[in-house]
């Protein structure tokens, strides 16, 4: 994709409303209906108060004036004033409820959508890329907080304020009213133009914002790769063509709205001219008073300025239209891995027992439909207590062993035990509380050790975590840092080493005390220093234990109870390490090639 289009530009924005998901949309609405309510009160007010200005003229033209009635002027006047400060203090209180009502249905999308998340499962986060999630739960929901603040609720603002001045203009003169409207099937149709180009325009501006967005994103993660090459002015001149891309297709955006409202200006004054011609033969015939031109004038002034707005306001409803249909259809994906509708619990006599049953499990489908199969009938029994490691080549289905028994995923066939109960019978959180997982890859996040060891868990103390980080090796560079355990992290632990990172899981996992210890590659990072620490804290730890180890070097496993060897998705072999090694087969190759090697 040469032009810089990827996978990343759905702006096709689909209808510009449409009923079921604005259905969907006003049931956020639901919880604030009085505020609701409110908000339409306010408008109503309003609007009528719109209306009282042009009214005080023509009575103070046509009525104080000319009988020279201080008391009438004084009175028109009073309300006159009274109206142009209840029009301020209702407007006010209308910015503050829409922009309030706007806030809060935004808050419980977020909410909604967050929680989403959290209980998705590892093939949700397969098919969508994290940056479109992020774009959801804060642009998309941004722009549905202006629909509701600026756009669903105020709408009926011009709608009220429309209804009133053609209220009060048939009713001053409605001869004088119809000449003023006949210009509207022209301003209408201006509208529409503008509508369809301004749609157009729309959509190209997003997906150029997409376009800048994704190139951007990939060169600052890419920034090691674009330096190591020299891509800096190559890229600096990629980024310089999607820039001028997005600028003509904002200035086109500019260019329609530039002539769309001296258009309406130009109706406005065409209006006015109208209404001076025909009052003024009107009045010159004794038909209609100075009183009568001069409030229609006024009138006219202050209809037109709600059909700008609501051609505005189309294109928020548009946007709208199309985040709603994005942020849904996520909120509509189906979670394939949730808690059972009547789950069971495990024995509380239960030591860590692990069986794998016959189990099949593939990630996707090949080209001709059927399962791409990365495990395969796999079987085995971990006994309480026991230190078992898995081994195998690259790609041979360790790691999704883990997958599967901290359900990250379903297995498709067979299942899976922990001590005599299915995984898949029991909540998940029960499962994942007897289940420690130290990754190769440590997540830290930017906050204190402290957090980073107890994840916010009240129930874990500072004392705890000493001790945690004691055992573990830890303790003395936590010592040697300024804050000691307060010390902020950088974004994912970059402040720390590689290896004091790994600690600092390590001490996560003993913290929250787990039956059973999964290692899934996690010492292959560290250097022999930081490894000898982790084996000898970790062979404390682990004695009456049940430990899972995966590792690609051998070294690490030697002392395992057992040794389970994966080969294509199936159990190789299983033995100690010199029962394997005598056995001369897969292990014993893997052995030899890693020493040979070293």
Do not use: C
Not at 298 to 315: C, T, V
């Amino acid at each position: 994709m040469a032009d810089g289009t990827t996978f990343q530009e759905e702006e096709a924005l689909g209808k510009a409303y449409d009923a079921r998901l604005m259905r969907r949309l006003l049931k956020y609405l639901k919880p604030y209906r009085w505020h609701v309510a409110g908000a339409l009160l306010v408008l109503l007010l309003g609007s009528w108060m719109a209306i009282i200005g042009p009214w005080v003229t023509q009575r103070v033209i046509d009525e104080a004036i000319p009988t020279r009635d201080r008391g009438l002027l004084i009175q028109l006047i009073a309300i006159y004033g009274a109206a142009i400060t209840g029009g301020f203090i209702l407007e006010y209180a209308r910015a503050l409820v829409t922009t309030w009502l706007g806030q809060s249905v935004m808050y419980d999308l977020r909410k909604e959508i967050f929680e989403k998340l959290q209980k998705a499962d590892l093939r949700f986060y397969d098919r969508n890329p994290i940056g479109r999630l992020m774009t959801r739960i804060t642009n998309d929901v941004e722009t549905l907080n202006t629909l509701f603040s600026s756009g669903l609720v105020t709408v009926f603002g011009d709608i009220f304020t429309l209804a009133f001045i053609i209220g009060a203009m048939l009713t001053m003169n409605w001869r004088l009213a119809l000449v003023s409207f006949s210009i509207l099937p022209f301003v209408f149709w201006a509208a529409f133009l503008f509508r369809s180009r301004i749609r157009t325009a729309y959509r190209d501006i997003r997906v150029r914002i997409a376009r800048i967005n994704a190139f951007l994103q990939e060169r600052i993660t890419g920034v090691r790769v674009v330096q190591l090459f020299n891509r800096e002015a190559a890229d600096a001149g990629r980024l310089a063509e999607l820039n001028e891309d997005h600028l003509q297709a904002h200035l086109r955006s500019i260019t329609y709205y530039a002539l769309f409202f001296p258009v309406i200006q130009f109706f406005t004054a065409l209006a006015l001219a109208l209404i001076l011609w025909y009052g003024g033969l009107r009045m010159l015939d004794g038909l209609i008073t100075v009183g009568v031109i001069a409030a229609f004038l006024q009138y006219a002034r202050r209809f037109f300025r709600p059909i700008q707005d609501l051609s505005e306001k189309y294109n928020v409803l548009q946007a709208a239209m199309a985040s709603s249909e994005r942020v849904f259809q996520l909120l509509d994906e189906d979670i394939a891995i949730e808690d059972p509708d009547s789950p069971r619990s495990f024995p509380e006599s239960g030591r860590g027992e692990i069986v794998f049953e016959d189990v099949s499990f593939a990630y996707g489908n090949t080209e001709e439909g059927d399962p791409n199969w990365v495990l395969r009938d796999v079987s085995f029994r971990i006994a309480p207590g026991e230190k078992v490691a898995i081994v195998g080549h690259t790609g041979a289905g360790k790691t999704t062993l883990i997958n599967l028994l901290m359900r990250f995923y379903d297995a498709q066939e067979g299942r899976i035990l922990l001590d005599g109960v299915p995984i898949t019978a029991v909540r998940l959180d029960e499962l994942r509380e007897r289940v420690g997982l130290v990754l190769q890859d440590v997540f830290l996040f930017s906050q204190d050790i402290a957090y980073n060891v107890r994840l916010g868990a009240p129930d874990i103390t500072q004392k705890q975590i000493t001790a945690a980080a004691e055992r573990i090796g830890a303790a003395d560079f936590i010592a040697r840092l300024p804050d000691g355990y307060n010390q902020a992290l950088g974004e994912r632990g970059s402040t720390l080493s590689v290896g004091e990172r790994q600690l600092v899981s390590f001490a996560r996992a003993l913290a929250f005390d787990p039956e059973i210890l999964v290692l899934d590659e996690a010492t292959s990072s560290v250097d022999s220093e930081i490894e000898a620490k982790i084996e000898r804290a970790t062979d404390e730890l682990l004695a009456g234990r049940t430990s899972v180890v995966i590792a690609h070097r051998l070294s690490t496993i030697q002392n395992a109870d057992r040794i389970i060897v994966m080969h294509r998705g199936k159990v190789e072999e299983e033995g100690t390490h010199l029962e394997l090694l005598s056995h001369g087969g897969l292990y014993a190759r893997l052995h030899e090639l890693q020493f040979a090697a070293a």
